[in-house]
């Protein structure tokens, strides 16, 4: 194999201030919101760094006490309680490569010399595919080369595969008096626009299916919490955009929401199942309202500033959520139903400092208007250098929360321009699905159209721009070094698709059938299709200097067509040499860490950013 120049890590990037200030941001304590147990509502469940890694601590509320559970040298990013809450259950794979087992452990914790044990004896490893707890049956979806299983254990017995099929597939909603298992399949082919089918727990056999057709996804999202109630709460997109529906299994009715709001929906439903906590998102924010169902009556709820992240109602009506900007660091907080609304709880130690907010700009772009978000460095005048910061997914989009990443990079002096590309979640149904068939190009026309407004209005220097992504965002960073080498002063991908054949061909089931949705068929059949989406097939137009960062166990962008890409970029002439180093002409780098898709670990994470910024500066000096 090639020897690859290794990128250098920084010992620091500025001065003490702000050296301080970018490590603080990633060392303070982060938590995730926390879940509770349905009947055991004082018991929760959450995940934090607070060792230095991600990993999921127990919390009980009417003790007061918290618990590390986890203790794994990659992290711990997955775990949930059963309905008593006497167990916490957390997914167990292998160095970050995402392929496992459910495992179980007491609450209270473990005696001494005892493990964690199979949540679910007997039920094959895999790639996670759903999961469903209920007081008698469990429902888990796994996912393996040869398609995806549904097992369904009754509590006696060893537990039986109820579904099974080579496309794409996953466990949706169990009803409360657990007769009825909702799933999300692909049968049709098309896992990015799934179909719903409901199963009878007592046999597995099938009792209702629904399907809105071509291009028209549905997602079911939750059983009314009342038992005997048959609703189902869906997502489905027949109107252009993600919304509601309700459908009553039992009686195959549906009742359509059309709820009187831009941009997109999700909901859930309260404890009482006669209203639902809505998500409202539009131009890259987050706000929360309550939807009576009998009245149709929308209410927006007067939670704190900022965009929301999670949220669930609690027995007492309390709205337990995040929230956080681009500004301010994430915070727990708690809206009781009087109206007053508090921090639930504090992370321990300093709470991250803050950053500069985001702006707002709209581009016309040849597919429609294209929304980014910009942040500048303070007491820094135009035009100035920049990072073009590229979201993965594709189906997500950047967003008015706060990052630690963003942050660094505004320390740094580059103004951070966050691009929500044709492909991105948020905009309707035909602004995410504008990528199928041509993935990669067309997402770069968008990038292209906001660089050009970014130059032209004098806001970034043309000539020290730098595109830098992860995941899907690395993906494109790398294309875009090939396909558009004269507007970039270097490209950074982090864990990137850079060889899309060997791609396909090496990674998770899950994947490959959200990429044959996405391209119309697989290498064989659309083999022109994925050679004009590789960034391999650009190699030989690559000019800027490139920064890869791969983790050796990553199941969605693997590490051998890493390899592929820099095996051919090394055979490379006529790529800029990356000025400020010591090892001569150096025109690419690479940064491999013993990870999968990313790290938990934070002076990992911090060493990715800490890389990736003294790359850029090498490169715009």
Same mark, same amino acid.
């Given at each position: 194999?090639?020897?690859?120049?290794?990128?250098?890590?920084?010992?620091?990037?500025?001065?003490?201030?702000?050296?301080?200030?970018?490590?603080?941001?990633?060392?303070?304590?982060?938590?995730?919101?926390?879940?509770?147990?349905?009947?055991?509502?004082?018991?929760?469940?959450?995940?934090?760094?607070?060792?230095?890694?991600?990993?999921?601590?127990?919390?009980?509320?009417?003790?007061?006490?918290?618990?590390?559970?986890?203790?794994?040298?990659?992290?711990?990013?997955?775990?949930?309680?059963?309905?008593?809450?006497?167990?916490?259950?957390?997914?167990?794979?292998?160095?970050?490569?995402?392929?496992?087992?459910?495992?179980?452990?007491?609450?209270?914790?473990?005696?001494?010399?005892?493990?964690?044990?199979?949540?679910?004896?007997?039920?094959?490893?895999?790639?996670?595919?759903?999961?469903?707890?209920?007081?008698?049956?469990?429902?888990?979806?796994?996912?393996?080369?040869?398609?995806?299983?549904?097992?369904?254990?009754?509590?006696?017995?060893?537990?039986?595969?109820?579904?099974?099929?080579?496309?794409?597939?996953?466990?949706?909603?169990?009803?409360?008096?657990?007769?009825?298992?909702?799933?999300?399949?692909?049968?049709?082919?098309?896992?990015?626009? /799934?179909? #719903? @089918?409901? +199963? =009878?727990?007592?046999?597995?056999?099938? &009792?209702?299916?629904?399907?809105? *057709?071509?291009?028209?996804?549905?997602?079911?999202?939750?059983?009314?919490?009342?038992?005997?109630?048959?609703?189902?709460?869906?997502?489905?997109?027949?109107?252009?955009?993600?919304?509601?529906?309700?459908?009553?299994?039992?009686?195959?009715?549906?009742?359509?929401?059309?709820?009187?709001?831009?941009?997109?929906?999700?909901?859930?439903?309260?404890?009482?199942?006669?209203?639902?906590?809505?998500?409202?998102?539009?131009?890259?924010?987050?706000?929360?309202?309550?939807?009576?169902?009998?009245?149709?009556?929308?209410?927006?709820?007067?939670?704190?500033?900022?965009?929301?992240?999670?949220?669930?109602?609690?027995?007492?009506?309390?709205?337990?959520?995040?929230?956080?900007?681009?500004?301010?660091? /994430?915070? #727990? @907080?708690? +809206? =009781?139903?009087?109206?007053?609304?508090? &921090?639930?709880?504090?992370?321990? *130690?300093?709470?991250?400092?803050?950053?500069?907010?985001?702006?707002?700009?709209?581009?016309?772009?040849?597919?429609?208007?294209?929304?980014?978000?910009?942040?500048?460095?303070?007491?820094?005048?135009?035009?100035?250098?920049?990072?073009?910061?590229?979201?993965?997914?594709?189906?997500?989009?950047?967003?008015?929360?706060?990052?630690?990443?963003?942050?660094?990079?505004?320390?740094?002096?580059?103004?951070?321009?966050?691009?929500?590309?044709?492909?991105?979640?948020?905009?309707?149904?035909?602004?995410?699905?504008?990528?199928?068939?041509?993935?990669?190009?067309?997402?770069?026309?968008?990038?292209?159209?906001?660089?050009?407004?970014?130059?032209?209005?004098?806001?970034?220097?043309?000539?020290?721009?730098?595109?830098?992504?992860?995941?899907?965002?690395?993906?494109?960073?790398?294309?875009?070094?090939?396909?558009?080498?004269?507007?970039?002063?270097?490209?950074?991908?982090?864990?990137?698709?850079?060889?899309?054949?060997?791609?396909?061909?090496?990674?998770?089931?899950?994947?490959?059938?959200?990429?044959?949705?996405?391209?119309?068929?697989?290498?064989?059949?659309?083999?022109?299709?994925?050679?004009?989406?590789?960034?391999?097939?650009?190699?030989?137009?690559?000019?800027?200097?490139?920064?890869?960062?791969?983790?050796?166990?990553?199941?969605?962008?693997?590490?051998?067509?890493?390899?592929?890409?820099?095996?051919?970029?090394?055979?490379?002439?006529?790529?800029?040499?990356?000025?400020?180093?010591?090892?001569?002409?150096?025109?690419?780098?690479?940064?491999?860490?013993?990870?999968?898709?990313?790290?938990?670990?934070?002076?990992?994470?911090?060493?990715?950013?800490?890389?990736?910024?003294?790359?850029?500066?090498?490169?715009?000096?």
């Amino acid at each position: 194999m090639t020897e690859h120049p290794a990128a250098p890590v920084p010992d620091r990037l500025f001065d003490d201030e702000r050296e301080q200030r970018w490590r603080a941001r990633f060392t303070a304590t982060r938590m995730s919101r926390p879940g509770w147990a349905r009947d055991a509502p004082d018991r929760s469940v959450y995940t934090s760094n607070s060792s230095g890694t991600t990993e999921v601590y127990v919390w009980d509320r009417a003790a007061g006490t918290h618990r590390q559970v986890t203790d794994r040298r990659s992290g711990t990013l997955t775990a949930t309680l059963p309905p008593d809450g006497g167990t916490v259950w957390w997914f167990a794979d292998t160095d970050g490569d995402e392929f496992g087992h459910w495992v179980t452990e007491p609450f209270a914790g473990l005696t001494d010399g005892a493990t964690a044990a199979a949540a679910v004896a007997g039920v094959e490893d895999g790639y996670p595919a759903g999961l469903e707890i209920g007081r008698r049956v469990v429902a888990v979806g796994t996912s393996t080369d040869d398609g995806t299983k549904i097992w369904l254990h009754r509590g006696d017995g060893p537990p039986e595969v109820i579904y099974t099929h080579a496309e794409d597939a996953g466990v949706g909603a169990l009803s409360e008096d657990e007769t009825l298992l909702a799933i999300s399949h692909s049968e049709h082919g098309d896992s990015r626009h /799934p179909s #719903v @089918r409901v +199963l =009878r727990v007592s046999d597995g056999a099938a &009792v209702a299916e629904k399907s809105d *057709g071509e291009g028209k996804g549905l997602t079911p999202l939750a059983f009314a919490p009342i038992a005997g109630d048959g609703r189902l709460l869906l997502l489905h997109e027949r109107h252009g955009r993600e919304e509601l529906l309700i459908w009553d299994v039992p009686a195959d009715t549906e009742r359509e929401l059309p709820l009187d709001l831009p941009g997109e929906i999700v909901a859930d439903f309260y404890p009482d199942g006669r209203s639902l906590l809505v998500w409202h998102t539009h131009a890259a924010r987050t706000r929360l309202h309550r939807y009576d169902l009998d009245t149709g009556e929308l209410t927006e709820l007067p939670v704190a500033p900022g965009c929301i992240g999670s949220a669930e109602v609690r027995p007492d009506g309390t709205v337990e959520y995040t929230c956080s900007s681009a500004a301010e660091p /994430p915070a #727990v @907080r708690a +809206l =009781r139903p009087d109206g007053t609304d508090h &921090v639930l709880i504090a992370p321990p *130690g300093q709470r991250a400092p803050g950053s500069v907010p985001v702006e707002d700009l709209w581009v016309d772009g040849p597919g429609g208007r294209v929304h980014a978000l910009v942040a500048r460095p303070s007491g820094v005048e135009g035009p100035a250098p920049a990072v073009f910061s590229l979201h993965g997914g594709p189906h997500a989009a950047d967003e008015d929360r706060f990052s630690a990443a963003r942050a660094a990079w505004v320390d740094a002096g580059f103004v951070v321009v966050e691009v929500n590309y044709r492909g991105s979640t948020g905009y309707g149904s035909a602004w995410r699905d504008a990528i199928e068939g041509r993935p990669g190009l067309t997402e770069l026309e968008d990038v292209a159209a906001v660089f050009d407004r970014c130059v032209e209005s004098g806001l970034v220097d043309q000539k020290r721009c730098v595109v830098e992504g992860w995941s899907w965002g690395g993906y494109l960073a790398l294309l875009a070094a090939g396909t558009q080498p004269d507007r970039w002063a270097a490209s950074l991908a982090g864990v990137p698709v850079a060889d899309y054949l060997t791609a396909y061909a090496d990674e998770m089931e899950q994947l490959r059938a959200f990429d044959r949705a996405l391209f119309g068929g697989s290498p064989q059949e659309r083999p022109e299709a994925y050679r004009v989406a590789s960034p391999l097939t650009y190699v030989a137009e690559v000019r800027a200097p490139v920064l890869v960062l791969a983790g050796e166990n990553d199941p969605r962008c693997p590490i051998r067509q890493v390899d592929n890409y820099l095996d051919a970029l090394a055979e490379r002439s006529g790529i800029e040499p990356l000025v400020g180093t010591s090892q001569g002409d150096v025109h690419y780098q690479v940064s491999r860490f013993d990870a999968g898709h990313g790290s938990l670990v934070v002076d990992e994470t911090m060493r990715h950013i800490a890389t990736e910024i003294a790359f850029a500066l090498r490169a715009v000096a």
